[in-house]
């Protein structure tokens, strides 16, 4: 995850904050950390984060299956985007998002 959202996010006051450089990583650290929200990429290698919301949502622990997922991606094609919505996802964030959009995103995914 970039620094910039990295910062943001300790902007708006989430600061238990985990930056993983791909979803093979981030699937095998989230079985540890149970976190109450994700964040993603679309596009990141090996494994990208369309992949990644895949690989977690047939995980057999419904606690980690069901984690609510937002994808901050620069890639705002309607192609992808119709890709993303179907894995039942709390949000959609073109990058780079506003402080207000972002938290806004956040808090509306945690209220659910």
Request: no cysteine; glycine share 6%; aromatic share 6%.
């Amino acid at each position: 995850m970039s620094t910039f959202i990295l910062s943001t996010l300790r902007r708006i006051g989430i600061l238990d904050l985990y930056a993983f450089p791909d979803g093979a990583t981030a699937l095998r650290e989230v079985v540890k950390l149970k976190p109450d929200l994700i964040l993603t990429d679309i596009h990141m290698q090996p494994v990208g984060g369309i992949e990644f919301v895949r690989q977690l949502r047939s995980l057999p622990n419904n606690q980690l299956s069901n984690t609510k997922v937002i994808f901050l991606s620069a890639d705002s094609s309607a192609s992808t985007v119709g890709e993303v919505l179907p894995l039942g996802v709390a949000g959609y964030i073109v990058k780079p998002p506003t402080l207000n959009a972002l938290a806004a995103k956040i808090e509306a995914a945690l209220r659910d």
